[in-house]
């Protein structure tokens, strides 16, 4: 950690994110947002049976739309498998302030998140879930594996459910210092 904590920064209990909610809350992101991605192979494996019908054309269509929908979720899941996605499913405290967020695993060892790094907040009926920022085009690959990449990406945020603040107040300064943050709307 390249800071030292603030006195006045909000702290929270020890929470870990489960896999499983992880997945649940990704994978609807995800189909929320690019469900029509599922339509494109079959509408395009359906147009040759409007010109001459075969049952072998529909099947092969739902088949190939099925096989689409089980590897853009299997996508989604394999972060919960992969090491790279591990710190977001450890027991962690976090210590929010105007500067920044720091994921804390004991006194020793945390990470930072600065501000500049969350795209947007969005409050739950009970939880404020923090969106990381998507790679810049910088740091993705080019040509089509570029495309591809930013196409489909997967979605990473850090969930702060309610009861892992210690206070009604430490909920109210949150939601504050995401508002004044711009990240709240």
Do not use: H
């Not at 929270?12 to 992101?29: E, H, P, V």
């Not at 853009?72 to 499913?89: I, Y």
Request: aromatic share 12%.
């Amino acid at each position: 950690m390249a800071q030292g904590s603030n006195p006045l920064a909000i702290r929270t209990k020890k929470y870990q994110l489960d896999k499983n909610m992880y997945t649940r809350m990704a994978l609807g992101q995800v189909w929320r947002k690019d469900w029509w991605y599922a339509l494109i192979p079959l509408v395009l494996l359906l147009l040759p049976a409007v010109f001459s019908f075969s049952w072998w054309w529909v099947a092969f269509a739902v088949i190939v739309t099925l096989l689409f929908v089980l590897l853009r979720s299997a996508q989604v899941m394999s972060v919960t498998q992969v090491e790279q996605g591990s710190p977001l499913f450890e027991k962690l405290t976090y210590e929010v302030d105007q500067r920044q967020i720091i994921l804390k695993r004991n006194e020793r060892e945390g990470m930072t998140l600065n501000w500049d790094m969350i795209q947007k907040a969005q409050k739950t009926e009970d939880s404020y879930m923090l969106w990381l920022q998507p790679p810049s085009d910088a740091q993705m690959p080019g040509g089509w594996k570029g495309w591809l990449a930013r196409t489909f990406q997967v979605p990473v945020f850090i969930n702060m459910p309610f009861r892992i603040f210690n206070s009604p107040n430490d909920l109210k300064l949150m939601e504050s210092l995401l508002r004044r943050k711009n990240l709240l709307a």
